[in-house]
């Protein structure tokens, strides 16, 4: 494939480079026109989605970069999903009275790395989608930094953040040295033809890298801590689109890299999610700060995730790639209704604040409840059908483990269900302490937007990303 060939494969990442590079030139020289910015990220992130929607298929820079049905269905989502974030995130940051035209220009930085990463082909794409992703990431957590818990959080976030860098930048290092070559496909060449200890060392210091990117116990540990002291509406943007970015990088890797290793990659992952689900589900319990919990929350969902990833088949990657469109829309919408919410101009972040909110904003309450709802997995909300994927998948599989490793997840969502309800009850039948302030148009039109997507829209919603999600696994070449 010729180079002008394989640019036409990258014209959605053109699109989003160019688009940040003269959105920043121009926030330089005008830094009060944020709002003509953002909505100019908005069209810029559109476009985007258009090109990767339509644009051709196939393999470019020498095998670097793949653009296929499974590239395609994931960077429409993740760069949807930066567009309702900016909004989101603009508007909160004019009411704290911070105007930082970076805000949207890092959105598309952050953007254009998770692009990457869902079209990586081999270890050096892979390693730069992710660090152009996690950059941008580490500075929008310190966003704010007239506040010392958002500049904690960044810091804290860009230390473990640097570790994890090491972990992939190792497994990476050793996957080449071992196996001679960094595509994915010349490794799976070597993998097949009986690869030495040294590749299946490196591949477990990549997983361990990625499962800090998707926040995976036991590499979860910033989890918490970010999620609390960062910008609400910043946290709603990473909670939700990196993570679909990094599964898609995880499954393009374990599929295209080391299918015939799945012996040996099930079990970890086998394990990771367990971890995943159990941390989730009893660390939860203990938290009364909102942000917090549902990082616990988050954790726990990437588990399951992860245990539709450790199907190893088409029908499990189907499920992750269901699983994680309609977990962030929840997500979404949940941090959109935290935004929305304070008293006497202090935002409401923690359980107890939320007190007889059901009597004062009905709708936001409702919305809250349907996210909770859904995240318990209760059916017929969205987090249900997710979870039905995801355990169809697993039970599917001829193999105990991941049997028993189903079974076991159900438990551990039976457990987290205990914070869901406690949020519900103390909304609708606590006591207020006092009356809340107005709430934004925006972060009220995302709210009720996504509410309605976890229920009833998610049962149409469901005939369309079904069949996409199923196109998009079976261009990982599984059977």
Known sequence: MNFETSLSLAVPELILAGGALVLLVAGAFSPRSTTAIMWASILVLLGATWAAAVGPLGRGFSGGMISDQASAFAKVAIYLASAVA???????????????????????????????????????????????????????????????????????????????????????????????????????????????????????????????KVSAAPFHMWTPDVYEGAPTPVVAFFAAAPKLAAMVLFARVLTEGFEGAIDQWRQVLVVIALFSIFVGAFAGLAQKNLKRLWAYSSIANVGYAILGLAAGNAEGVQAMLVFMVLYMVDVTGFFACLTALSRAGVAMETIDDMAGLFKQRPGIALAMTAFSLSALGLPPF??????????????????????????????????????????????????????????????????????????????????FIDPLAHAAAAAFGLS
């Not at 001679?180 to 361990?208: E, K, M």
């Not at 987290?416 to 609708?428: C, E, N, S, V």
Request: hydrophobic share 55%.
């Open 86 to 212: 900016l909004p989101l995130g603009q508007k909160w940051f004019e009411r704290q009275s911070v105007r930082n035209f970076e805000f949207p220009v890092l959105v598309l930085l952050a953007a254009l790395g998770m692009g990457m990463m869902a079209s990586a082909g081999d270890l050096i794409s892979l390693y730069v989608g992710v660090e152009l992703q996690s950059l941008a990431l580490y500075v929008l957590a310190a966003m704010h930094r007239e506040n010392a818990k958002a500049s904690e959080a960044g810091l804290k976030y860009f230390v473990l953040g640097a570790l994890s860098s090491g972990l992939l930048l190792y497994g990476a290092s050793l996957i080449y040295g071992f196996a001679g070559s960094t595509l994915f496909t010349d490794i799976a060449v070597a993998v097949t033809s009986g690869a030495n200890t040294g590749v299946l060392f490196g591949l477990i210091f990549l997983i361990c890298g990625l499962a800090f």
């Open 382 to 463: 969205s987090g249900f059908w997710a979870k039905f994927y995801v355990f169809k998948a697993a039970i599917g599989v001829q193999d105990p483990m991941i049997q028993i490793a189903a079974v076991l997840g159900l438990v551990g969502s039976v457990v987290a269900a205990f914070y869901y309800l406690r949020l519900i009850k103390t909304m609708w039948f606590d006591t207020a302490p006092s009356q809340t302030d107005a709430i934004p148009g925006e972060a009220r039109a995302i709210a009720y937007g996504a509410a309605l997507f976890s229920f009833p829209l998610v049962l149409g919603a469901l005939i």
